[in-house]
């Protein structure tokens, strides 16, 4: 007999529950002959449709022009867990030891950006089930509890709406066993849903008259010329947002490496199995593990739950083939039945996978090239629905040679340190990623390899 966690994905579909959704738009017509613009955005998720969004908002009369090789929204911006999270560091703990001089900044810079996306959301209508729910992490093991009290005491000190809750109290929000209390960031983090989020910021795009061509890879770039299959864009300005995609800039091609994630969605939840597990605030959650899970619920009740297990392939590889994996889908069905044991016989309905961009600091960096005239953003490291927007504006900020509190950020002029190349890649980031296990399994100890990472300043995340 199958075990109860293979039984619950019998019938879950291979395709990804956001996207799989009868109010997808139809594509935009492909890019066909010589067009000229004042700024060329190549990557049609979140970073691209929010960089064309903010520059028609900022210089409305600039003539703007989306290249997307698929359609928006159907990468990483459209199958994600739908954190909207205020962190433009990749978590406060993050920010706070590489820029803890300027940290009260960026805390404000992202509270202040979450803010504006929540103000773009409602100014456009776009219906993507935006919750100011806050966030919930929640200890699963003994020593989690001392970092985060550290983490609440630090963050309270800065004005953070945080507390610490201990087990029954967590358990009172939602009701897991495996729960020894959490750290509640109260207003920090909106959840959305990816794939409406993209598709309203595409329409709002395409009605300030940003012209979007889909199924359009850019398959090179000289100077401000763009060429495609079919066409090319020669543009005064160009905004580079392919995320883990290879950069058509060649020189960062070593600075971010490409990740998968893997997710699960459950069928709805009846309202008895709601009250078994309580989460009237519908929080979104994450534990404090180094592979941690993520999870929420969706509008209709059905619960997500994904990460844990980054996974990199030699040599950078992404393939559509990469987004299945039974192995890794029946661990995830196991951990979901570990933590909800009162939810056995709930059924996932969809699994999939997803390809995201990480880099050696754990959140993105930025850039020009070309004298000027080109820019970057990447190397988000899962955390990028709200952050997106603010490195839209850094590019932009850099394209049209603005003096802005952003721009004199360490964070924005500093780059991270690159990956090694292959093989040496490779078995680093698979040591990084077995060491951050151990550590999980032994009560927070740091080998000796984390501990050189750390003083290096270095890592491996998702």
């Known amino acids: 007999m199958s075990e109860p966690p293979v039984l619950a994905l019998r019938d879950a579909q291979p395709r990804v ?77 993050n920010g706070q030891a590489r820029w803890p001089d300027e940290l009260p900044l960026l805390e404000r810079l992202g509270e202040e950006n979450l803010e504006a996306i929540g103000a773009t959301i409602a100014k456009y209508g776009i219906d993507c089930g935006w919750e100011r729910t806050g966030e919930l992490t929640v200890a699963t093991a003994p020593h989690h509890l001392e970092g985060l009290a550290e983490e609440a005491a630090a963050r309270q000190a800065l004005g953070h709406k945080v507390s610490l809750l201990d ?97 699960l969605t459950t069928e709805p939840l009846s309202a008895q199995q709601l009250s078994e597990i309580g989460w009237r605030g519908r929080q979104g959650i994450g534990d404090a593990s180094n592979l941690f899970h993520y999870y929420r619920l969706t509008r209709d009740n059905r619960i997500l739950w994904g990460g844990y297990t980054p996974l990199y392939y030699f040599g950078s590889r ?58 970057y953003a990447l190397g988000y490291t899962g955390l990028g629905v709200a952050a997106t927007r603010f490195g839209a504006d850094v590019m932009l900020d850099l394209l049209y040679a603005e003096k802005t509190e952003r721009t004199e950020l360490k964070m924005v002029r500093e780059r991270p340190l690159p990956f090694p190349p292959e093989p040496i890649r490779s078995a680093g980031i698979h040591l990084t990623r077995w060491s951050m296990a151990h550590a999980d399994s032994h009560a927070g100890h740091r080998n000796l390899w984390l501990r050189t990472l750390d003083r290096m300043g270095l890592g491996f995340d998702f």
């Open 318 to 375: 992404i393939d559509p083939a990469l987004e299945q994996r039974d192995t890794i889908h029946e661990m995830l069905a196991r951990h979901f039945f570990t933590t909800f044991p009162q939810l056995e016989g709930l059924r996932f309905t969809h699994r999939w996978g997803g390809v995201i961009d990480t880099s050696t600091r754990f959140c993105a960096f930025f850039g020009t090239a070309s004298e000027g005239r080109i820019a």
């Open 17 to 93: 529950f956001w996207l799989d959704d009868p109010a997808a738009p139809e594509p935009a017509e492909q890019l066909i002959g010589e067009h000229t613009a004042d700024l060329a955005i190549v990557g049609g998720g979140y970073t691209g449709l929010w960089t064309a969004l903010r520059a028609k908002e900022r210089y409305p009369s600039l003539d703007v022009v989306v290249l997307e090789a698929s359609t928006c929204g159907s990468a990483a911006s459209g199958r994600n867990g739908g954190f909207c999270d205020a962190s433009l560091t990749h978590g406060f703990g």
């Open 167 to 263: 087990a029954d109290e967590v358990r009172a929000e939602v009701n897991s066993p495996t729960y020894l209390g959490a750290l509640a960031d109260h207003s920090g983090t909106a959840l959305i849903e990816p794939a409406h989020l993209a598709w309203g910021l595409r329409r709002a795009c395409l009605d300030l008259g940003v012209r979007i061509h889909e199924h359009s890879p850019v398959t090179a770039l000289r100077g401000n010329l763009l060429r495609t299959a079919t066409g090319s864009v020669r543009a005064g300005r160009v905004a580079l947002a392919t995320n883990a995609f290879p950069s058509l800039l060649r020189r960062l091609r070593l600075y971010t490496v490409p990740v998968y994630d893997l997710v």
